[in-house]
């Protein structure tokens, strides 16, 4: 990929109303709120880490590893099951 000659499309939409109900908090307990759409999809394995998966992929799971501690432990009190890397 070559930056000189990249395309970039930035498309932003308005949430939808599902993925709003589910994260939205309407006295729901804070482990049940999420809206299901998380996900992150890597065709092809690369020698840049022992696991085989690219190294950014592998640094975005141990950042939201990382963030869950902090969640859980309480070392971040206002982070939400939200957060993303």
């Given at each position: 990929m070559d930056y000189r000659i990249a395309t970039i499309i930035v498309a932003i939409d308005q949430q939808s109303q599902e993925i709003n109900n589910a994260v939205v908090k309407n006295d729901i307990k804070d482990e049940d709120i999420g809206a299901g759409d998380q996900g992150l999809m890597i065709g092809y394995a690369t020698s840049e880490s022992e696991e085989l998966h690219p190294i950014?992929?592998?640094?975005?799971?141990?950042?939201?590893?990382?963030?869950?501690?902090?969640?859980?432990?309480?070392?971040?009190?206002?982070?939400?099951?939200?957060?993303?890397?």
């Open positions: 950014s992929h592998l640094y975005a799971n141990k950042l939201c590893q990382r963030l869950r501690e902090c969640k859980d432990q309480k070392i971040i009190p206002w982070l939400g099951p939200d957060a993303k890397t």
